[in-house]
């Protein structure tokens, strides 16, 4: 099966800096990455998902790159605000796949 | 449209008890799922549901057993709770395959002492 690694496991910036999270991912047929977002004492949320026809897909201030060759994705926050402050997922699947193969999560806390 | 329920939201056990966490989702999703959730551990997939009448092990099925009762509720049973099954158990649905993206349930903290 897949094997998805995430790091860091935490991370902190100030307000308004960058958050960049990484993710690398063992099995070459995966061709789906989402991110979800878990806020503290509630569910994981799907924020963002890429598939490997793309290399990059972004919403508002987030942002995931893919680089298939190297196999690892990332997720982005820029303009970082005290709300981004949560738990952060990455998973991957690939074709024929039953489910989602999760990375461990990097808790993201935002210095205001 | 409520989504995914799951129940109870919290749950203290003895050692040795047994109990069932329910799952339903109202969504007409196809694939349903059980996961745990520890401290560094990230998301760990205990057993999933692909369709109606079907189950298969993930990651960490020891301990636990499921039944997919009709297309809408899944539900994780323990048979004799261990305090190494103190977690957070999520349950979640997708469409069909993962690609589509899932849809988590609230959570239950379980607690066994």
């Known amino acids: 099966g897949e094997n998805v690694e995430q790091h860091p496991s935490t991370l902190s910036v100030q307000e308004g800096d960058s958050a960049v999270i990484k993710c690398t991912y063992s099995?070459?047929?995966?061709?789906?990455f989402p991110w979800y977002k878990q806020e503290l004492g509630k569910r994981p949320q799907l924020i963002i998902d890429?598939?490997?026809?793309?290399g990059e897909k972004k919403d508002q201030r987030i942002a995931v790159t893919l680089n298939k060759t190297a196999k690892h994705f990332s997720l982005h926050i820029t303009e970082t605000q005290p709300e981004d402050s949560a738990v952060y997922f990455c998973?991957?699947?690939?074709?024929?796949?039953?489910?989602?193969?999760f990375g461990t999560g990097t808790r993201l806390t935002v210095i205001p | 449209n409520a989504g995914v329920t799951q129940t109870p939201k919290f749950q203290v056990l003895k050692t040795g008890q047994s109990m069932t966490l329910q799952c339903a989702q109202d969504m007409n999703h196809n694939s349903m799922y059980w996961y745990r959730q520890d401290p560094g551990m990230g998301l760990r997939l205990i057993y999933y549901?692909?369709?109606?009448?079907?189950?298969d092990k993930g990651e960490v099925p020891n301990g636990y057993n499921v039944s997919r009762l009709n297309k809408r509720e899944f539900s994780l049973r323990l048979e004799s709770a261990a305090p190494s099954q103190t977690s957070v158990y999520f349950c979640a649905s997708a469409e069909g395959h993962p690609s589509f993206g899932y849809t988590f349930g609230s959570g239950t903290r379980l607690t066994v002492v």
């Open positions: 890429i598939r490997s026809n793309v």
């Open positions: 099995d070459s047929a995966s061709n789906y």
């Open positions: 998973a991957a699947s690939y074709p024929g796949a039953n489910n989602l193969f």
């Open positions: 549901s692909a369709s109606e009448g079907t189950t």
